[in-house]
């Protein structure tokens, strides 16, 4: 009779541990599933691969400008990645306006330049409701009649973070050179 318990428990067990294969390890497979999920949601990264300040959709080329427009109209928040380089914006175009979610990510400080050149803000960061990181940049040479000649930021409700960035040379005849 004592055998026959044991068996029965061992059986028991043994049922137990395959349910538990069913479900994944310690049912972690539920939280696997949740994380591929929302990995499967995030966008590829926009790629910039010229340096040039210019908005030609036939050329093959994506620029700064033309990568912070597509973001602009994308549905979800965007990464556009810069390659070490000068990005010398045209005054003509104006500065780069903002108005979504947006990270922009530059190789370092000293190899990735935006330049205003002197003549046009760089950043406008212009929203209901934006949350725009800056890494890896300097921002340099902005210049506008009013607040912020490198960054202005007028976003209703706006979530600003800048890391590894240089901000320097920039000139505004209010507020925030």
Known sequence: MNLRRSSQARVGRIRNLNSHRRMGLFGLSRYFESLEDRLALSA????????????DP?????????????ANVAATPQTI???AGRYQLSSAAGELEISSSV???GADAMSTIVDGGGQ???FH???SDATVSLSGLTI??????GNGGGILDTATV????LTGCMINGNAASGDGG
């Open 158 to 161: 706006s979530h600003l973070t």
């Open 103 to 105: 990270t922009i990510a």
């Open 81 to 83: 990645v810069l390659a």
């Open 58 to 70: 036939n050329d093959g080329l994506t620029s700064l400008r033309e990568a912070i427009e597509q």
């Open 125 to 127: 960061i212009d929203g």
């Open 140 to 145: 340099q040479g902005g210049n506008a009649d």
């Open 120 to 122: 046009v803000r760089v």
């Open 44 to 55: 590829a990264p926009i790629q910039v691969t010229t340096t040039a300040d210019v908005v």
